[in-house]
C-alpha cells in the first residue's frame, strides 16, 4: 500500500514542478511511514518540510499545494495536514479491499519485492568448527542466518547460503588428540588425558566408531575408520568426518540447508592464503617488525597494526579470513553478509581492512556482518548449562528433540540477534496463548478449521463474491486485520534491507492477535451468503500472510493444532 502512495506524491511533486512551484532540480529525499495512531491517519509524510527551503515556500503552505496537486484516485479517501506542515493520508476502505485481493492473488508470493533484484549475494552462517556437536549459539546462527538469506530471497536477490568450515589449525589437532587418547583406552581424568582434549562423551562415540573401522559418508565423500591408534593423520580425517556428517544431521533436523560447503583447509590448499600476503606486500600495506610480518591496518580505520605472519612462519587467525572473503568477491558474489557470534567482533574491521589493502575494489562495506548474542537455556527457572554427551554447553539437538523444530526456531529469531536472549523450555513446549510460535501457529490453524466446518456442512465459498462484498466488512475487528494483513509486504522490506528477521516474528504476532481477536468477534458460517464470503475471504487473506511469515521464519504453518 506504501508503492501506490509514493506513486501519488510523486505525481503531485511532478504537477508542482510543471507549475513552477517546485525548482526543476529539487531534491526529493522525504520520509513516508505508518502513522502511530490511525485517528491520524493511515500514513504521514515530511515532504513539504523537506522541500521547504529548496521551494523558498512557508512548509504549510506547500503542503496545501501538494495536496492539492495530488491526482484523482480511490486510494484516498482523505488528506489533513497537521502542524508545520505534516501530510497525513487516510486510506479508503477500497483500498485496502484491493490489497485484501492483492494477497489472495498472489498467494505465497504476497510480500515479495524486487529491492534486491538480480543481485548475486552469499550468505554465511554456523561456520562451525567440526569439533563436537552445535550447542545453541549455532542454533541461533543457523535461524537468523537461513531467514535472512529467505528475506533476500523473496527481495529478488540470487542467493547462495554458505558453510565455511574451520577444518584448519589447532581446534582439529586438539580432535584428532582426544579422539585418539580415547582410542587408546583414556578418558577425562586420566594422568595421560591431553590437557586441551575434548572431554564429551562423543569423543569416545568418535573413537568407537573409528576403531570399528565404520565409513562415514558425508556431502559425496567416504570416509574409514583405519582401526589403528596410533595413526594420527587417519584419525583426524575419520574425526572431522564424523563430526561434519553429524553437525549436517543436526542442521537437517533444524531444516537448514547450504549450497556450498566451504573447507578453510583449501585456502592452504589451492594457495589462496599465500597469493593474499603477496598481494597485500605488493600493494605496499606491510611491514616487518621483530620477525613477524605486520599489515598496517591503521591505514583503513583500525586501532592497531595486527601481525598477519608470525615469527615462527605461521598465520594469524584473521589472514584466512581475508583470504576466504576475497575468494567470495572472486566467485561473483558482488554482496557478502556474513553471520558470525558478538564475540567474533573484535576481528571484523581487521578483515575489512586487509580486503581494502588488497586494492582489487572490493567496497568498504564488504563483508556485512550480522551478529548474534549469547543464549541462556533455563527450564524450571534455572539455567540449563550442560550436555552430558557434549560435556560443556546445550546441544542443538537437545533442545529441538526436547521443544520441537518450529519453537526452537521461532525463539532463537524473536529478539533482535544482537541482544542476548533467555530460551525459557517450558514456555516454548506450553500449549498456551503465552507461546508465541503455538499462538501463530493457532491462528493459522483456526482458519483451516473454519475451511473444514464450511464443507462439513455442505457450504461453499465464493471467493469472488467474497472480495466483491468486503465493504460490508466495515466493523472495528475487521477493519483492525485489514490494516495488519496490509502492513506484511513494509515489514518484510524493513526485514529485508535491515537484516533483522525479528522484524517479521514480532508482526506475526501482532497479526495473530488481529485474527484471534476477529475470530472471537464474529461467526462466520453465517446464513447471509455474502457476509459470510466476505468473512471467509478476510480470514483466508490473514491466514495465508501468515503462513508466508511462518516460511520466512523456517517454521511449518499446520492446519491442525
Avoid at 511532478?14 to 491520524?40: F, I, M, Q
Avoid at 533436523?253 to 597485500?280: C, H, M, P
Avoid at 527457572?381 to 546441544?395: D, F, I, N, P, Q
Avoid at 524493513?494 to 492477535?513: F, N, V
Amino acid at each position: 500500500m506504501k508503492a501506490p502512495l509514493i506513486s501519488l506524491i510523486e505525481q503531485a511533486l511532478a504537477n508542482l514542478r510543471n507549475a513552477g512551484t517546485l525548482p526543476g532540480d529539487a531534491a526529493t529525499a522525504y520520509v513516508l511511514e505508518r502513522a502511530k495512531n490511525r485517528e491520524h491517519g493511515d500514513f504521514a509524510t515530511n515532504v513539504a518540510l523537506a522541500l521547504a527551503k529548496p521551494a523558498r515556500s512557508n512548509p504549510r503552505a506547500l503542503a496545501q499545494a501538494l495536496v492539492a496537486a495530488l491526482p484523482q484516485n480511490t486510494l484516498l479517501q482523505k488528506v489533513d495536514i497537521a502542524g508545520p506542515g505534516f501530510i497525513n493520508f487516510f486510506l479508503s476502505p477500497v483500498a485496502y479491499h484491493e490489497e485484501m485481493r492483492h494477497a489472495l492473488d498472489q498467494g505465497p508470493r504476497y510480500g515479495s519485492n524486487r529491492l534486491a533484484a538480480g543481485r548475486k549475494t552469499v550468505v554465511e552462517y554456523v561456520s562451525a568448527n567440526p569439533t563436537g556437536p552445535l550447542h545453541i549459539g549455532h542454533g541461533r546462527a543457523g535461524a537468523v542466518g537461513d531467514s535472512i538469506a529467505r528475506l533476500l530471497t523473496v527481495s529478488g536477490a540470487d542467493v547462495a547460503r554458505e558453510f565455511y568450515y574451520n577444518d584448519a589449525g589447532v581446534q582439529i589437532e586438539n580432535l584428532a588428540r582426544s579422539t585418539q587418547a580415547r582410542a587408546r583406552g583414556c578418558k577425562p581424568g586420566d594422568a595421560d588425558w591431553p590437557a586441551d582434549a575434548y572431554n564429551g562423551d562423543y569423543i569416545g562415540d568418535v573413537a568407537q566408531a573409528y576403531l570399528r573401522g565404520d565409513s562415514v559418508a558425508f556431502e559425496n565423500h567416504v570416509v574409514a575408520g583405519a582401526k589403528n591408534p596410533d595413526d594420527l593423520d587417519a584419525i583426524r580425517q575419520f574425526a572431522v568426518a564424523y563430526l561434519r556428517r553429524e553437525q549436517n544431521a543436526d542442521l537437517a533436523a533444524f531444516g537448514v540447508k547450504f549450497d556450498n560447503y566451504y573447507l578453510e583447509s583449501s585456502l592452504y590448499q589451492d594457495g589462496k592464503v599465500e597469493e593474499t600476503v603477496r598481494e597485500l606486500i605488493k600493494h605496499g600495506h606491510t611491514y616487518e617488525d621483530g620477525g613477524a610480518l605486520w599489515l598496517r591496518t591503521t591505514d583503513f580505520g583500525d586501532d592497531k597494526d595486527r601481525v598477519m605472519r608470525k615469527s615462527d612462519g605461521t598465520f594469524t587467525y584473521f589472514l584466512p579470513d581475508v583470504a576466504y572473503h576475497l575468494a567470495k568477491w572472486q566467485r561473483g558474489y558482488t554482496r557478502a553478509i556474513t553471520e558470525l557470534g558478538a564475540d567474533h567482533h573484535g576481528s571484523l574491521m581487521r578483515v575489512k581492512a586487509g580486503l581494502q589493502a588488497l586494492g582489487t575494489g572490493i567496497p568498504k562495506d564488504y563483508p556485512e556482518y550480522v551478529l548474534h548474542q549469547m543464549v541462556t537455556v533455563m527450564r524450571g527457572g534455572e539455567e540449563v548449562k550442560l550436555s552430558k554427551r557434549a560435556g560443556s554447553y546445550v546441544t542443538l539437538r537437545d533442545l529441538i528433540d526436547e521443544v520441537g523444530r518450529d519453537a526452537t526456531r521461532y525463539f532463537l529469531i524473536a529478539r533482535k540477534s544482537d541482544s542476548q536472549m533467555v530460551f525459557d523450555i517450558d514456555l516454548a513446549r506450553s500449549q498456551s496463548n503465552d507461546n508465541p510460535v503455538y499462538y501463530i501457529q493457532y491462528a493459522h490453524a483456526r482458519v483451516c478449521s473454519v475451511l473444514r466446518q464450511l464443507d462439513e456442512r455442505g457450504l461453499r465459498w465464493d471467493r469472488a463474491n467474497g472480495l466483491a462484498k468486503l465493504a460490508q466488512l466495515d466493523g472495528e475487528h475487521e477493519t483492525a486485520l485489514m490494516v495488519e494483513i496490509s502492513r506484511y509486504p513494509e515489514v518484510v522490506e524493513a526485514a529485508a534491507t535491515s537484516l533483522e528477521p525479528h522484524l517479521i516474528a514480532s508482526y506475526l504476532r501482532e497479526l495473530a492477535q488481529a485474527l484471534h481477536t476477529y475470530y472471537h468477534a464474529h461467526q462466520f458460517l453465517v446464513d447471509d451468503v455474502d457476509v459470510r464470503d466476505a468473512r471467509i475471504a478476510l480470514a483466508v487473506a490473514a491466514r495465508q500472510t501468515i503462513a508466508n511469515g511462518l516460511d520466512l521464519l523456517g517454521v511449518s504453518a499446520p492446519e491442525q493444532m
